[in-house]
């Protein structure tokens, strides 16, 4: 009996969980006043991907309604609107919150969520033509240069991202479209989008870029980067083998060049008799040509090894 009692209150908890997540007018318990919608501030230059991250947390939550006015403020004295009102500050301040401290004080006095969010976008979400412009020129010169292949990806991606958030290509809306006219706008943005790609290569990639665009139908811009990905890895693999090679190399190199003890090995020049010998540039006996002071002037050894022996007999004759 207890048993059943038990899961009977377990289903109805459940059932009211379900209606909870359903509810935009209920707040979880963790859901308080002091939470952050985004882990990056608003802070003036950064306004599309502040936007977007709001947009999807508040989604998550059942109160993207409260901002984009689809779910109104009740009439006063209703018996949701204290509960609305209760909803929709929270919500403000979930917004304050997620901006820097020094714009968000131009922003204290809004009445509502929705006032709130209207105001920001005025001031921060500018008209969409120069922002085109800036984006479009953007991903036009964009390059791989010394970027690494998922940085250079990474940083093409958001730039057609933030394009399509202020301008989004057109679709049919109407429903009763037969000729499939959306599935050729998504396949001519995602051609575009290859050939940008591809072209911000960077020259090392030139044979597999050929590769690619010589494939029927071309592929989509996920399965390119992984074709080029796999490249790039194969050449951080094989330029750690060589470095591997070469540092071994050099180590039996040092090796073998030592003897014992760790010392270097010098050869010895060989020995050669010079007693017999005859330049044959002064015709004197001695020495060869190679060494003929008539050629290449006295050295400096000589004269020192001179000087030794002259005060050498010098100290001789004096203590005969």
Not at 80 to 102: A, G, P
Request: glycine share 6%; with cysteine; net charge positive.
């Amino acid at each position: 009996m207890s048993e059943d009692l038990a899961a009977e209150t377990s289903a109805i908890r459940v059932s009211d969980a379900a209606q909870h997540e359903k509810d935009a007018l209920y707040l979880h318990p963790s859901e308080h006043s002091s939470l952050a919608l985004t882990s990056a501030l608003l802070d003036g230059t950064n306004f599309l991907a502040w936007q977007r991250a709001v947009y999807v947390s508040l989604g998550t939550k059942m109160k993207l309604g409260f901002i984009n006015g689809s779910f109104p403020c009740p009439a006063v004295g209703s018996t949701s609107y204290e509960q609305w009102r209760r909803v929709d500050l929270t919500v403000t301040s979930w917004i304050w919150n997620s901006m820097s401290k020094d714009i968000v004080e131009a922003f204290m006095y809004c009445a509502t969520s929705r006032e709130l969010w209207i105001a920001i976008q005025k001031r921060y979400g500018r008209s969409n033509g120069p922002m085109v412009y800036q984006l479009q020129r953007e991903i036009s010169s964009v390059s791989q240069q010394d970027l690494s292949l998922t940085a250079y990806f990474n940083k093409v991606v958001k730039l057609w991202n933030d394009l399509c958030c202020i301008a989004p290509p057109p679709k049919c809306r109407c429903g009763r479209c037969t000729c499939g006219v959306n599935e050729a706008i998504a396949g001519s943005t995602a051609s575009t989008q290859l050939v940008q790609f591809l072209m911000g290569l960077h020259e090392s990639y030139n044979s597999e870029r050929s590769q690619i665009l010589m494939l029927d139908p071309l592929p989509d811009i996920e399965r390119a980067f992984s074709m080029v990905y796999a490249v790039e890895k194969q050449r951080e693999v094989q330029i750690e083998m060589n470095d591997s090679i070469s540092h071994m190399a050099c180590q039996l190199t040092l090796k073998n060049n030592k003897g014992e003890g760790d010392k270097p090995m010098y050869k010895k020049k060989p020995y050669i008799d010079k007693r017999n010998a005859i330049c044959s540039n002064c015709r004197k006996p001695g020495h060869t040509q190679d060494t003929c002071f008539q050629l290449h002037g006295v050295p400096d050894w000589y004269k020192t090894l001179t000087d030794k022996k002259k005060k050498g007999k010098h100290f001789c004759c004096q203590c005969g």
